[in-house]
């Protein structure tokens, strides 16, 4: 199978997969939040942004590092799976330990108390799912990941339905967490022993020491950045209460949704990209430069888009409960277009053993976020919150830029240029496009803006030939 169409398989199942499983998602979040309101959801809310920020220690990066070490050898495949599985199991422990100490520090009420205790143990069950991911993700074998990510969605959309059915509270939809990550795990370790089998694994505490080293800038990369994504929440919770976290975890998760399309593009083209730097830099430049293409592509009409939108979406989704989430919504999806736009470059540093840039960046901006949420949550509550996310993110993505550029990997060709400039007017026209015609239905308006803005950017040749092409070998 050629490097195009394997990394075509891979993105389309896996994209298959996530859109299933976000959809999914998209629902039985509308769910979980019209039934628990904006104080119920907060509590919920909260678990899941508390337990996520410490989610990352029962990783520290080893998940990243043996998708890159084995996707170079596929004969570490037995000695990664055992002594790497083994250093999680340890870690899963510490930070289950960790998080019932502090949520138990902060005084919380015994409710929200118990439901971190079970988010907690579903995120150390995900995380022990991770090192199977991630050795299929080297094998370039993702349509079992994918399986496994559609039978933990369907298993979460069913058990939402059954506990709003039988009137439980947050704790039952905490329950549901910790119940479809343990079917998920049992499943992924089936197929591991099917594929694999467990023979010929040693374990090697010579081992451990050298990889979590080797991990760590990773792992450092991971605990910054999930702080960065829930800290927030926490200090809204902490300063403002429940409800205003509901409010802006309303329009703060209909955006986490959007990062499947980065996430699944980056589990497909990661192994690859290590490769790549080992046997071709010309050809890591290239699969670089049509990554932030399609990436820019895609992020800037999305902005523009659901800036002009946010109204509709959050009234039909959520109801009138939650109008104060429509300005959250229209400040905080240009973390999207930024975000998208940095993708690309993330993987880049990583694939090239540069990840403790990575880890400097990321570090440096979480302060600021920090230090952002702190001077502007007291004083203007939840649109503190998305200003500050917003801001974190153009200092992270311009820091990594910057250092692209100075390692010769940076954006300095000109019909890139070309390309964001096309992008851009593409997506202007088609904002006034939708603003003239805001009052039609909001389906059939979404439909029509994206095929005005295929269509412009077709004309003035935003999409070259070579592109066209490439989506047909997809296809």
Known sequence: MTTIKRIAKNTVVLLVSQVISYVMA???MIYIARYLGPDGFGILSFALAFTGIFSIFADMGLNTLTVREIARDKSLTAKYFINVLSMKIILSILTLGIIALIINMLNYPQETVYTVYLVALSVILTALSGIFYSIFQAHEEMEYQSIGLVINSILMFAGVLLVIYNGLGVLGFAFIYVISSAISLLFIFIVYIWKFSLKKIEISRNFWRPTLKEALPFGLTGISGMIYTYID???LSLIQGNEVVGWYNAAYRLILILLFIPTVINIS???RMSQYH???RDSLISINEKYFKFMIMIGLPLGIGVTLLSEQIILLIFGNNYINSIIVLQIIVWTIVITF?????V???ESINKQLIITKISIISLIANIMLNLLLIPKLSYIGASISTVVTEIILVGSIFVISYKIGYGINNKK???IIIKAL???IIMGFFIWYFKGLNLVILVILAVLIYFTIIYLIKGLEKEDIDLIKQIF
């Not at 736009?341 to 470059?345: F, K, Q, S």
């Open 278 to 280: 080992i046997s071709s």
């Open 233 to 235: 929440s926490v200090m």
């Open 26 to 28: 998209f629902f039985y």
């Open 416 to 418: 890139t240029f070309e």
């Open 425 to 427: 007017v593409s997506s």
């Open 347 to 349: 993987k880049l540093l």
């Open 269 to 271: 083209i990661f192994p």
């Open 341 to 345: 736009a940095g993708a690309t470059y």
